[in-house]
């Protein structure tokens, strides 16, 4: 119910919202004193014009792969969070068929690690993760990785990544412990996504928030992580423009309907929620 269609409205809807503030700036500069007038005029309608044009030409294309797995194409470089795709019951494509610059992970659990190792050795993409889940990998012969940790954040040539926190485990297939799971806000040039990882509800959710979020990736699965009830007050939390669920439907014990979820997002929270089906895109 919210596919394609849905999308194409919102596109229409983001160039009003840009139309707008254009409008506003230039209102706000024709009631500024004369001296700033011409300048206060021009200049932010030149910076804002630019940054429309720039998104256009090169938006940021966040394509499903299912279950929390994500391909996002940034400024020519592809990055994948979380790449689940080999034991994947609903995954759109195959790991060796991805290309990679770069890999986010938000956790050390076999269902978001994944196809990391044979990804990352094929393509010689960096791995992004926790120290813990670094030094595994390390063990497992990757040596392109970049560790991080909650509360940290660092510009790679894609955009910025932050850690946040979330609330779950993060032990590694083998065992091996996997420090502290998390969530990942990417901010690039056209907006700040966040992907929560696997986490039940928190009240910091609302700090997050602050960041400005264009997009947030929600796990709605439950028994696993947040049901719908809590996903829904995540999004209260948060106030992202848009939202996506994930973790869901991959298997029978966390069956959702989530075109039922993104009603309630819509008329509850008035956030619009896209259900993805796996291989669907939306931008960012
Ligand atoms: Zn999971």
């Not at 298997?251 to 989530?258: F, K, N, R, T």
Request: glycine share 10%; net charge negative; charged share 15%.
């Amino acid at each position: 119910m919210l596919f394609a269609g849905q999308e194409t409205i919102f596109a229409s809807q983001k160039s009003v919202i840009h139309s707008e503030s254009r409008g506003h700036l230039a209102l706000h500069a024709f009631l500024s004193p004369p001296c700033c007038g011409i300048i206060g005029l021009f200049v932010p309608w030149m910076t804002t014009r630019f940054r429309i044009e720039g998104s256009a030409a090169m938006p940021t294309d966040i394509k499903f792969l299912g279950h929390a797995s994500f391909q996002i194409e940034i400024a020519g470089k592809t990055v994948l969070i979380d790449p689940f795709l080999t034991d994947n019951p609903v995954a759109s494509t195959s790991a060796d068929e991805l290309s990679a610059d770069a890999i986010i992970l938000t956790h050390g659990h076999g269902d978001h690690v994944g196809d990391t190792v044979s990804i990352a050795r094929r393509t010689g993409a960096q791995v992004i993760a926790n120290f813990e889940i670094v030094g595994w990998l390390n063990g497992q012969g990757i040596e392109n990785t970049h560790p991080m940790h909650i509360g940290g954040s660092h510009v790679f040539d894609f955009g910025t990544v932050k850690l946040t926190i979330a609330h779950h485990g993060s032990g590694l297939p083998d065992g091996s412990y996997g420090g502290n799971p998390a969530g990942v806000l990417l901010t690039t040039d056209d907006g700040t996504l966040y992907h929560a990882g696997d986490t039940a509800l928190f009240m910091d959710m609302q700090l997050i928030g602050e960041a400005g979020i264009d997009l947030a990736i929600l796990p709605i699965g439950d028994n696993f992580t947040m049901g719908p009830d809590d996903a829904l007050r995540a999004v209260e939390f948060l106030r992202p423009k848009r939202v996506v669920p994930v973790h869901y439907n991959t298997w029978p014990v966390i069956e959702q309907d989530a075109a039922a979820w993104a009603e309630r997002v819509a008329q509850e929270k008035s956030v619009q929620a896209i259900v993805l089906q796996p291989g669907e895109s939306t931008e960012l």
